[in-house]
Structure formats: C-alpha cells, structure tokens
C-alpha cells in the first residue's frame, strides 16, 4: 500500500515540475506579446491624435477671417491639441507641425498642415533605439481656403 502511495506522490510532483518549465518557456513570450500590442494601441492612438490636431490646425487655418491666421497661430492651434492628448511613455518629444499656406490664402486655394512626431513606446522605444532608427508617425490635412 505504501509503494503505491509513494507512486502517486512522485506524478503529482513530476507534473508541477513540468507546468513550472512550461510556464517558464511560455512566460517571456506571453511578455513580449502583450508588450508589443500596448505599444501597437499607443502607437495607433497618438496617429489618431495627430490626424486630428492636423485637422484641427488646417480647420482654424481656413476660416473666413480678416486678416487670415499666420502660421505660428496655426501651430499653436496644433501643439495645444496635442500637448494634453498625445501620449508618449519616451518623454519629452514635441510634434513638428509644418504649415503650407498657398499665395493668397483666399477660395479656392488650399491649406496643407502636416503633423510629425517620433513615437517611442515601452517595448519599441528600447529595440528602435539599438537600430537608431525611430518610429516616426505623420498626419496631414489639406483644406480648401473658404
């Protein structure tokens, strides 16, 4: 009766000993995984943000105004949209906002606003850097003066 009890505890053990190696094996890749899609979710987000700061400068850029708004006004409409809603877990990186303003800036002639900002996440942020090479997310917007 005693050898088959010691049989038994001997498999119980042997397979918690083979979930912990599993778990072991599958533990970083589950790591990576999950890091790699909060990277892709914020990277998607901060374009969605930056499509409509672009959108929201090139708006502010084709009003019937007299006189018609400069280009710094316009960029300052566009850094203010996205000073509170870009996220940016690298820190400290400010989008560049180029402004096209066609000569006159009256109907039918267009307003280009373009949107640039290197994107650094968590996982991403630490491989774009061995590579030198960052992800750069571009917006635009073209309006028609009104």
Not at 32 to 37: E, P, R
Not at 78 to 100: A, E
């Amino acid at each position: 009766m005693n050898l088959a009890r010691g049989k038994a505890f001997q498999s119980v053990f042997f397979v918690t000993g083979v979930a912990a190696v599993e778990m072991a094996l599958v533990l970083p890749l589950l790591c990576a995984l999950s890091l790699g899609l909060m990277d892709l979710s914020l990277a998607l987000y901060n374009k969605a943000i930056l499509t409509n700061a672009a959108r929201e400068g090139a708006r502010a850029g084709i009003v019937l105004r007299n006189p018609k708004p400069s280009n710094a006004e316009i960029q300052q409409v566009v850094l203010g949209y996205t000073q509170s809603t870009l996220i940016d877990p690298g820190g400290g990186h400010t989008p560049v906002v180029t402004v096209v303003q066609s000569v006159p800036a009256a109907f039918p002639n267009p307003l280009q606003v373009t949107v640039t900002f290197s994107f650094q996440g968590f996982a991403a942020g630490a491989l774009m850097r061995l590579f030198q090479t960052p992800l750069v997310l571009q917006a635009s917007a073209v309006m028609v003066n009104e």
